[in-house]
């Protein structure tokens, strides 16, 4: 019996050189990818950080105008309810304070419409405002989702 002393795990068409070359490539790829990808989310992240910031922003000085509207309709229901009171100590009749308190009555509701419409408006632009970065970055996600 004769014994072959060839090596059982040589083979012909096995090259080496083209082995480390097309592992090379393979990583080359890969790494370039994930540089890619990294990039991409750094930039997603620095975009969602600014959005939250812009929409801070905006919510913090959409509530100073809201309070401050606030503040602003409480001083004039004030004024008015205090000068008021003083016409009514002047009163000489009857007629003449139920004529004042109608007048007063009247003024107020006029005024407490006009103030809640005022107030709505500031709500509706606060949210708005608050809600536009979001909705944009959204948008620009949606974009870069459908394109990559």
Known sequence: ?????????????????????????????????????????????????????????????????????AIEALRTNADLSLAHMESLLGVKSVAEFLELQTTFIRKQAELTVEQAKGLQEATRKLAETVSQPGKDAAEKAMATFKTA
């Open 1 to 69: 019996m004769a014994y072959r002393t060839d090596d059982v795990f040589a083979f012909s068409a096995f090259d080496p050189a083209k082995l480390t070359e097309n592992f090379r490539d393979f990583a080359e790829k890969g790494a370039a990818q994930s540089r890619e990808t990294y990039a991409r989310m750094k930039a997603a992240a620095e975009e969602a950080g600014q959005t939250v910031e812009t929409t801070m922003q905006s919510a913090q000085a959409g509530s100073v105008e809201i309070g401050l509207k």
